[in-house]
């Protein structure tokens, strides 16, 4: 198969929106990473985005939509998902809600399961794309599973963990503002839960629910939740944390000068849209890579989740 690099122009919008309704796979841009599309009610659609991946299938898949109307058609949003929904929506916001019987989504996607993590992102390209598809999209990041998520186009199609020539297109708008994937938020006993840390601060969430959230990771065989699995986000290279560099490492600086700094200044916004590009850099140099400490609170709490999945022993 061959890949098409698509620009996101009428042309190319109508292109990959032909493609979807044929059942194809396309690399989207979003705020977050860049994701794998497929028509979330297809499910041999669905099911070519796990061959283009070589996902588990027990991996839930993320749904995009274009506005939260939408959303009130596949999912019971209760009044704190509304509240949520209309802080953070569009944005790198998932809220995982009971799937309403009358859906029509693919099993596939929930992997069986009775709940849907839904979210509306606010990248003018994908929005563009989805009311031109007219129809939700399940939308994994863009490369093979497990693998460093894709912040550009060129990720996407790289010999590395990409996935050129197994999905039809990829529509290049450039790369991606936030740099790591949307928190999940699901209702855990009736508890609005933390699942998945990312590019909505847990603190901003807490502060609209009027309460701090309760953290679950999920169970790392059976996840309820993307990004859940002990091993993710992993570059071929031993990865350690919290390090100060050593020789014959390729070192991720963090509030310090140096030619893989992930911030000179410190900077969390800065660090986290430049984290998957940097270790995608540094892996490509063959030698083990060190992270310096990186602060646990705010984006720093996404970033550090993905670098501790990145490290986890690898089956």
């Not at 996407?156 to 039809?168: P, Q, T």
């Not at 031993?238 to 991720?252: D, F, I, K, Q, S």
Request: hydrophobic letters at 45%.
């Amino acid at each position: 198969m061959q890949t098409l690099r698509l620009i996101p122009d009428t042309d190319g919008l109508t292109r990959a929106s032909d493609l979807l309704s044929d059942g194809q796979t396309v690399a989207i841009p979003t705020e977050t990473v860049y994701g794998l599309a497929a028509d979330a009610r297809n499910g041999e659609a669905v099911a070519r985005i796990y061959q283009a991946k070589g996902r588990p299938s027990f991996n839930p898949l993320i749904v995009h939509l274009p506005d939260a109307a939408a959303v009130a058609a596949i999912a019971t949003v209760t009044p704190q998902a509304q509240a949520l929904a209309d802080a953070f929506w569009p944005g790198a916001l998932t809220l995982v809600l009971p799937l309403r019987d009358d859906a029509g989504i693919a099993g596939l996607v929930t992997a069986g399961l009775d709940t849907i993590g839904l979210r509306v992102p606010a990248h003018p390209v994908a929005r563009a794309l989805l009311r031109a598809f007219g129809g939700p999209l399940a939308a994994p990041s863009a490369n093979a599973s497990g693998r460093i998520s894709p912040t550009s186009a060129d990720h996407v199609l790289s010999k590395d963990g990409g996935l050129n020539g197994r999905i039809a297109a990829v529509l290049d708008a450039g790369p991606c503002d936030v740099g790591v994937e949307s928190t999940i938020i699901g209702w855990v006993d009736g508890q609005a839960t933390l699942l998945r840390p990312g590019g909505i601060p847990a603190e901003a969430i807490a502060q609209v629910l009027g309460h701090p959230l309760a953290r679950h990771d999920g169970d790392p065989v059976a996840p309820s939740a993307p990004g859940q699995l002990s091993s993710h986000y992993a570059p071929n290279a031993a990865l350690r944390l919290n390090a100060t560099p050593v020789a014959g490492e390729t070192h991720l600086a963090f509030g310090s000068d140096g030619p893989f700094t992930l911030s000179a200044n410190g900077d969390l916004t800065q660090a986290a849209a430049r984290l998957f590009d940097m270790l995608r850099q540094a892996d490509a140099l063959g030698r083990p890579i060190s992270v310096a400490p990186i602060p646990d609170h705010g984006l720093g709490a996404a970033i550090n989740d993905r670098l501790k999945r990145a490290a986890a022993p690898r089956d």
